[in-house]
């Protein structure tokens, strides 16, 4: 696990130069599966339920699962997340960045910086003896007094020999004790964060693209994290 999440970091460090306006989102794609299968690992989106690429490109009011295409090409102003899964040796590692294009507007500035924070927040609940509600009500109690919609209806998860495993890591209050956090246990936290409304849709036309209802942009930040003895430990750091 900490070779595969080491790829997965490395591999979003490795695309993070190509992302600049003028390029479309299928070719970070190719440059990601190239990157991945020369490293000895394979894409776990490619064909994962039928998703069709290997990576997913979420840009602007798309809040995750957007499938990378020639039309998608990335103009200054815009925000788009990269979302990487590489499995090495029957391994996954998932981790993903929202990147800003250029000058952003303020507002877009502070949810890109405000959603990271907030991830660090849940992650910096973790450890033996926490639970799972513990992450979630960390990371609400920092975004909804700020006016943000957390998504509700994707969460973070358990990850490992399979891309999705127990425990859901929900972003979002939690009125009830979930499940406690143990040495050894692995799983993502991913919170999906809107300047407006939580409710998102589901395309209809390609059944993978995640919108906001309302149209508003939508960030994202995403690590694999290892439970140990005294905290955690980020699996997908760069080396
Ligand atoms: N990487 C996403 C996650 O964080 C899952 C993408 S599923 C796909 O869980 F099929 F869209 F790739
Ligand atoms: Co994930
Ligand atoms: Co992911």
Redesign the pocket.
Known sequence: MRAAGRLAADLLKYIETYVKPGVNTLELNNLCNEYTIKHGAIS??LN??G?PRAI?TSINDVV??GIPKASDVLKEGDIINI???PILNGYHG?T?KTFKIGKVPPEIETLVSDTEKSMWIGIEQVKPGRRVNDISNAIDDFLTPRGYGIVTQLMG?GIGRK??EEPQIPHFRQNKPLAKLQPGMIF?V?PMVNMGTPDVNFSKEDK?TVRTKDGKWSAQF?HTVLVTETGYEILTMPS
């Open positions: 776990a989106p994962y339920k998703f997913c995750c699962h979302d990487v899964t998932d993903s998860h891309f999705h993502t991913e993978w995403e």
